[in-house]
């Protein structure tokens, strides 16, 4: 058995964890997550693409590309890559049943998520005061919807880390129903997958 | 650790103590993740230095090695942060099947606006 794997996988069906045995062995909760998580990629492929179709549509106007300040968001991107750390280690705690630790591994996520969500709102603010808003052209339209709505998801995610942390709070989040994490938990890895996708596509490959 | 743990899951570079579990699947270790989680921001550092390095001339490099670190950091998150290392086939199946999905609707959509309009 290698060093690096040691705690239980709090999501298996079979493992003991879940009470309710399942036609296929596993867990219908992360099955389900897994395939809302495919349909996910299909929603950011779409709004990914609309942006690269439109990125040098200015009409005449300023594009996002030209405002794009990489210090301020390579540092986002560097504090949302983190918060997955942290929320993978909440899972951990949680399945070895140190409430305590998961507590504080999942207030650090949400507030590492809130720093991204503050970043991107003083982005948005700045853009719209260098000229370059919502409609200002195509270009502009599909920059923002996209981070928006990843925004969007990243807020909601925040939601739901301090769900659990209330719940946790309150006795109700325990070892025995460590799943709850691990769902939340693929959702907040998915909206970081997407995040490494805009950053390296959106703001870091050049726009022409 | 039970035997079809063992069995089922590939084995990653072992170094450490091993707590020993009587039920479930293999999951990385705490220090398993921050190993991972430093990779991951150095590549995001490298990323990084690409935009800003001025002495070595990229070229047509560029690209594709954003991509490549890019699809190194997706792999690393999917496969170890979401456990698609451990897990069933069916979940990254079911994540695949979408990914897929969603690259051939962009490319079709790309070679509309190339070549059709």
Known sequence: MSADTVAADPGHAVDGHDEHATTTGLSHTKLAMWVFLGSECLLFGGLISTYLLYKTRGNGRTLPTDVFDIPFTSVSSFVLLMSSLTMVLALSAVSRGEDEAGRTWLLATALLGGVFIGGQVYEFTSFVREGVAFTTNPASSAFFTLTGFHGVHVSLGIVMLMSLFVASVKGKLTQRNAETVEIVGLYWHFVDIVWIFIFTVIYLIPAD | ?117
């Not at chain 2, 001025?54 to 070229?59: I, P, Q, S």
């Not at chain 2, 698609?84 to 079911?94: A, H």
Request: charge should be negative.
């Open chain 2, 1 to 117: 650790m039970s035997d079809t743990t063992t069995t089922e899951h590939p084995e990653p570079e072992a170094d450490e103590a091993v707590e020993h579990h009587d039920e479930g699947h293999a999951h990385p270790s705490d220090w398993a993740y921050v190993k991972i989680a430093v990779v991951l921001a150095a590549i995001t550092a490298l990323e990084v230095f690409t935009y800003f390095e001025t002495v070595l001339d990229w070229g047509v490099a560029l690209v594709p090695s954003l991509i490549f670190m890019m699809i190194v950091k997706f792999y690393l998150v999917a496969t170890w942060f979401m456990h698609l290392r451990f897990d069933s086939k069916l979940f990254g199946r079911m994540f695949t099947a979408g990914l897929i999905l969603a690259v051939g609707v962009y490319l079709v959509t790309l070679t509309v606006f190339e070549f059709w309009v």
